[in-house]
């Protein structure tokens, strides 16, 4: 078998040790040995490797031979010698290069945060740059907000080109993934204050009061943030659309949807409502001096320590179910579609004082038999929070007996007898005294 020889050292070498001269080492065996050479002869390892060792400029490394003599090359990095007028954090693996610590517990900060930081504030970090933990967030993948407020240099970055071809390259992924990313709420600074009120109903301030509220309690998964899990659930009580439409907003399965609106009403109903919403949350003299009316006190209470609450019932209209039984006792006659019937109670001011429910929409539970059955099971402990006044419609008329047997005073307007014509003068003005009443109520909601 013909064996080709190395052009210095004259050896003998095989077909997987030849190394073909390209005009690099053409110049390099011109000046170091006075040997002319082409691009068919070869060179060992051993003779070319000072070749590059020396190399002051870029240079081609050159495999082997490939599909007959075809050479594949990539190039070595240069020296740092191209000028960009752009702050640069300083090249050093003793102290960081944000507040000048010192190590020994310093990070690499990642390739995709470097490129994010030079898109965000034109600053250039490089891979030979340190910095402390601290400020990082707990998973590594965002500085603190604050980080790079007062961070100045002074030096412009001296990169090479193969640091220039990098930066372009990470660019231009950079750009392609933010357009075509998804929904999220990791950073709703993109966000003007009227786009988050159209989406989730609060404005930036608002937002971030509420997700401090929450980002305690809550978990951060593979698939979304925090902010993202409180942004999901903020996003589906202000529109209302489908978890499979959500799924496409935010990029994320419909499962992890359906568990980012869970894990965030569980912690509301937990940490939140119960300071907010209940018989338990509000004392009974806070009522009375607070939210109480001074016309309601004097129209309906017999004493300045009564308590005046007014009761009625209202609908969540809900989409059909797939479940034949709860469908069947979901569906109201009366409005014709399926519902579900909270229990509100209100101040004559409006104040919520409580909301009990939901309770069916079927023709067994109309408003009185929703009132009897919370005060036989004491719902909330409603027979030791008050012995109040209760303003009602005509749909509580079933309710007047059990209430006066409590010894609860109910106000409800007048029925016209059968056969009469006119109301009495008596039961008219008292049906004004109520309506008047209820009217104020929606009036100051």
């Not at 051993?46 to 075809?70: E, M, T």
């Not at 090359?73 to 050093?92: D, E, I, M, Y």
């Not at 509420?210 to 529109?239: D, V």
């Not at 009564?306 to 006659?333: C, E, H, M, P, W």
Request: net charge positive; charged share 20%.
């Amino acid at each position: 078998m013909h064996q080709s020889k190395c052009i210095v050292c004259k050896c003998k070498l095989k077909v997987r040790q030849r190394r073909p001269v390209n005009k690099h080492l053409r110049k390099y065996l011109r000046k170091t040995f006075l040997i002319e050479s082409s691009e068919s002869d070869f060179i060992c390892g051993k003779c070319s490797r000072p070749a590059y060792r020396q190399a002051p400029f870029p240079v081609l490394h050159q495999a082997s031979l490939q599909n007959g003599g075809q050479e594949s090359t990539c190039c070595a990095g240069s020296p740092p010698s191209v000028r960009l007028r752009v702050q640069a954090a300083s090249k050093s693996h003793a102290y960081c290069f944000i507040c000048k610590k010192p190590g020994p517990k310093l990070i690499v900060v990642p390739q995709q945060l470097r490129t994010e930081v030079f898109v965000k504030h034109n600053i250039l970090i490089t891979a030979h740059s340190r910095c402390c933990p601290c400020h990082l967030d707990f998973s590594l993948s965002q500085f603190h907000p604050d980080t790079f407020v007062n961070f100045k240099s002074m030096d412009d970055a001296f990169v090479n080109k193969t640091t220039i071809t990098e930066l372009l390259d990470t660019v231009r992924e950079f750009a392609i993934k933010s357009s075509v990313k998804r929904m999220s709420f990791e950073n709703i600074e993109y966000y003007s204050d009227i786009d988050l009120q159209n989406m989730t109903g609060l404005n930036k301030e608002q937002f971030l009061d509420f997700h401090s509220m929450l980002k305690e309690h809550i978990r951060e998964t593979p698939a979304r943030s925090k902010s993202t899990t409180t942004g999901i659930f903020l996003f589906k009580m202000k529109t209302g659309i489908s978890n499979s439409l959500l799924a496409t907003l935010f990029g994320i399965s419909k499962s992890s949807v359906r568990r980012a609106i869970a894990a965030v009403r569980t912690m509301l109903m937990q940490n939140f409502v119960q300071h907010y919403l209940g018989f338990q949350h509000i004392s009974r003299e806070n009522v009375i001096d607070t939210h109480t009316r001074t016309l309601a006190q004097s129209l309906l209470a017999e004493k300045n320590d009564q308590v005046i609450l007014v009761i009625d019932g209202t609908y969540i209209y809900i989409q059909k179910s797939a479940n034949f039984q709860f469908q069947r006792r979901s569906y109201s006659v009366h409005k014709g579609r399926p519902l579900v019937k909270p229990m509100v109670i209100v101040t004559t001011t409006g104040y919520f004082v409580s909301i009990l429910g939901p309770y069916f929409s079927d023709s067994k539970n109309n408003d009185a038999s929703i009132l009897n059955h919370i005060l036989c099971n004491n719902i909330e402990e409603i027979k030791e929070w008050i012995k109040p006044n209760f303003v009602v419609d005509h749909g509580f008329r079933d309710s007047i007996t059990l209430l006066s047997n409590m010894g609860i005073h109910a106000e409800m307007p007048a029925f016209i007898n059968k056969g009469v014509k006119q109301m009495p003068t008596e039961d008219a003005n008292t049906s004004r005294l109520v309506t008047k009443v209820i009217y104020l109520r929606m009036f100051s909601m």
